[in-house]
């Protein structure tokens, strides 16, 4: 069971203070008081603001805040005191700058993220109810499979992220054709800005799945900036955005499931004069109600051969991670679609 959860402000004219063990959450429209023991988190998107005197009360009790661009790119989390010991975050170091160790861990995470893709277009390609467009999205499953041997001989990062890509494009042609039947458009991959809806709705929700194992990797000790796939750049959440990775396609099938069900519609989107796309704020509310029911969802998983809820799989790779860097695991398992 699932006793906390997180509190979105979306409201960008809202103010966040803290009053007698609360946040005061405080808008045009009115005010709304959130206990802060029943959440884990505060995301806090567009132009809302927060006192220091709320930071600072967030902070003591464990409540990581974080902030997103309009776009769902990470703008910064201020958190508590990072778990875990000093050894853990050594042994980390230590991994990451050892290249044949790093270059392991992150064929490991491609791999599973092929795997991944590969499994959910199959099942894009058994629900297509044309013959013809069924056919073209199991070739292009049967595509992203043939790229997994590739990263056996693959000798340098650069080379893992080459087959990564070359996947990806194959990949994201066949998101393309899921989505096209359901009015929306859907070419390749933008990102700054997106120059789409469903571009739109894949940053804000990767924004959304990043935060959340910024948070996994910090409450198990380690930092959430020193990763394997991802080179390191200062203020870039590396190690987050590496397990992120496997978890991609799960957040992929997410997307399309509103965009097919027509939960979304144009209107819920805002078009810049640029031709950058945006969630609306009704866009917005309506994806983040979504997201925490998919967040309740259970998924299966391979090395605990049990069930787990997809709000806890964050946590659960990031201590299967941290297990591997102390020793208890011989190499990290990363997490895979039965």
């Not at 967030?58 to 902030?67: F, K, M, N, P």
Request: hydrophobic residues 40%; charged residues 25%.
């Amino acid at each position: 069971m699932r006793y906390l959860s997180t509190v979105y402000i979306r409201n960008d004219r809202a103010r966040v203070r803290h009053r007698g063990g609360s946040l005061l959450v405080v808008t045009p429209e009115g005010s709304q008081r959130i206990p802060l023991e029943g959440i884990d988190a505060l995301t806090i998107l567009g132009g809302a603001q927060i006192t220091t005197q709320a930071l600072d009360a967030c902070v003591g009790l464990g409540v990581r805040v974080a902030a997103l661009k309009k776009s769902g790119a990470l703008r910064f989390v201020v958190s508590g005191q990072t778990g875990g010991n000093v050894h853990l975050r050594a042994a980390l170091f230590r991994t990451a700058i050892n290249d044949e160790a790093s270059l392991e861990i992150a064929k490991a995470i491609v791999a599973a993220k092929l795997q991944n893709s590969r499994r959910v277009v199959e099942r894009w390609a058994r629900d297509e109810k044309c013959s013809e467009k069924s056919e073209q999205l199991a070739a292009r499953a049967t595509q992203v499979r043939e790229r997994i041997p590739r990263l056996i001989d693959a000798n340098t990062p650069d080379q893992v992220r080459g087959i990564e890509g070359d996947a990806a494009r194959i990949y994201f042609r066949a998101l393309g054709e899921v989505v096209k039947s359901s009015g929306f458009e859907f070419s390749s991959r933008t990102r700054r800005p997106p120059r789409d809806p469903v571009n739109a709705v894949l940053g804000f929700c990767y924004g959304l799945l990043v935060t959340e194992l910024v948070g996994a990797t910090e409450s198990v000790g380690l930092d959430y900036q020193m990763g394997f796939l991802h080179r390191l750049r200062a203020g870039r959440p590396s190690l987050a955005l590496d397990l992120a990775e496997e978890l991609r396609a799960l957040t992929d099938r997410f997307v399309v499931s509103l965009v097919r069900r027509r939960q979304l519609t144009v209107d819920a989107f805002d078009v810049t004069p640029g031709g950058a796309v945006y969630l609306s704020n009704d866009g917005r509310a309506k994806v983040l109600e979504a997201w925490e029911g998919h967040k309740e969802s259970e998924l299966h998983h391979r090395l605990l051969d049990r069930s787990v809820d997809r709000w806890a799989l964050p946590s659960v790779q990031a201590t299967l991670l941290a297990r591997h860097l102390r020793g208890d695991l011989p190499s990290y398992p990363p997490f895979v679609l039965s």
